[in-house]
């Protein structure tokens, strides 16, 4: 049985920090490229930061230079460090697994709650 279970949401001040955790179990994780998407209400969920197997990182253009993605395949884990956050950071985030080189192998976790207050 797969599990991808986030940890680390809150309520933060603009320009405060937050690091979300994404624990997996049931994969085999270190080939999986895992990614962190987010969705704000009324809107589509969309991919924030997502990292390969090989440690090659991508990020929207709207958090380059604030936040990080990391993994660590020894705890099976997936962070996102998000600093200087903005109001328009508000949203449920998501972390993802996706096998590579499968069309198959997809996962989801149950979303953690992160707001920013201006």
């Known amino acids: 049985q797969v599990q991808l279970v986030e940890s680390g949401g809150g309520l933060v001040q603009a320009g405060g920090s937050l690091r979300l955790s994404c624990a997996a179990s049931?994969?085999?994780?270190?080939?999986?490229?895992m990614g962190w998407f987010r969705q704000a209400p009324g809107k589509q969920r969309e991919l924030v930061a997502s990292?390969?197997?090989?440690?090659?990182?991508v990020y929207v253009d709207s958090v380059k230079g604030r936040f990080a993605i990391s993994r660590d395949n020894a705890k099976n884990t997936v962070y996102l460090q998000m600093n200087s956050l903005k109001p328009e950071d508000t949203g449920v985030y998501y972390c993802?697994?996706?096998?590579?080189?499968?069309?198959?192998?997809?996962?989801w976790g149950q979303g953690t709650q992160v707001t920013v207050s201006s």
């Open positions: 990292i390969t197997s090989g440690g090659s990182t």
């Open positions: 049931g994969i085999r994780f270190s080939v999986y490229t």
């Open positions: 993802n697994a996706q096998r590579e080189r499968s069309p198959s192998g997809n996962y």
